[in-house]
């Protein structure tokens, strides 16, 4: 037989292992955000660096991607660039996996399936992204590896 200690014990360890699980829900969720407020003041220590290269194009022009991205002062943010080349350093100080529209976070732009900065899909234009030079419907949501050559492209039709 099982007294009320025993039912109230139960509940009182299933109530624990619920609120658990949801922290580490929040915890993951919020997780994203802020690895992307870190700021690096160099590079050691690092868990992840690799270098996808980004190269934009709005109407067969293309768009230089600045060496001060994800840069301030002696600051680095995990994703920054050192040149103008397009190549990203992606640098964390623990594993993580980062999307192509954390670059955009963190260099303040609009990007999304419809827009690239302020040009948008109409009846005339097209915007699509390429992943190693094939094309890839998940525009901010394709994952940076390292040697990745992504390529944005806004044209007309």
Known sequence: MVNKMTVDYRKRIMLFVGVLIFS???????????????????????????????EIDILGEKQI????????????????????????????????????????T????????????????????TLKVYLNDIEDQRFGAIPLHDLDKIKIVYEKK
């Open 24 to 54: 580490l829900f929040l915890v993951s969720c919020s997780k994203t955000q802020d690895v992307l407020k870190i700021n690096l003041k160099d590079h050691s220590g690092l868990a992840l660096h690799i270098h996808p290269t980004l």
């Open 65 to 104: 991607i600045p060496a001060e991205l994800g840069r301030e002062g002696n600051m680095m943010r995990v994703i920054h660039g050192h040149d103008d080349s397009g190549t990203l350093h992606v640098e964390s100080p623990y594993p993580h996996q980062f999307y192509l529209q954390d670059v955009f």
């Open 106 to 125: 963190i260099w303040g732009k609009n990007f999304n399936s419809t827009c690239i900065f302020d040009k948008c899909v109409d009846d005339q234009h």
